[in-house]
């Protein structure tokens, strides 16, 4: 499966400490807007992470189709709701279904660890 860009989305207690501890690891801001508690951050070497202050329970996985590791779009690329049936085909049961026939959708899996995966398609 073509997963698009990945990323680690932190759930944060305190979005402005985060981003101060990331930053000191040589993070930086490449989208967000922390008033709306979350961003996008980066490094050197390509490593991104989101922070969500009050929108996730838990740390999760996330692959955005469409996107490179670059936030550039890619095409061709595999729209979220085909990579739903190729899961669901490989007999994995997604928790939220992504909708609709086209544009922005999304669809949620937990690992065999309890480990949330986000599929989010932006486009």
Same mark, same amino acid.
């Given at each position: ?13 305190? !979005? ?11 993070? &930086?801001?490449? $989208? %967000?807007? @922390? ?38 779009? !890619? ?11 190729? &899961?669901?085909? $490989? %007999?994995? @049961? ?30």
């Amino acid at each position: 499966m073509q997963l698009g860009a990945f990323s680690l989305s932190l759930a944060v207690k305190d !979005i402005a400490a985060s981003r101060a501890f990331y930053e000191k690891l040589g993070f &930086a801001v490449i $989208a %967000g807007d @922390q008033a709306q508690n979350w961003l996008i951050l980066r490094n050197a070497d390509k490593v991104t992470l989101g922070l969500f202050q009050g929108m996730f329970e838990r740390n999760s996985l996330t692959f955005n189709p469409g996107w490179d590791a670059e936030c550039a779009e !890619i095409n061709p690329f595999t729209d979220v709701r085909q990579l739903q049936a190729q &899961a669901e085909a $490989a %007999g994995l @049961q997604p928790e939220a279904r992504a909708e609709g026939e086209s544009g922005p959708a999304f669809f949620t899996l937990t690992d065999p660890d309890g480990n949330p995966i986000l599929i989010d398609q932006h486009r």
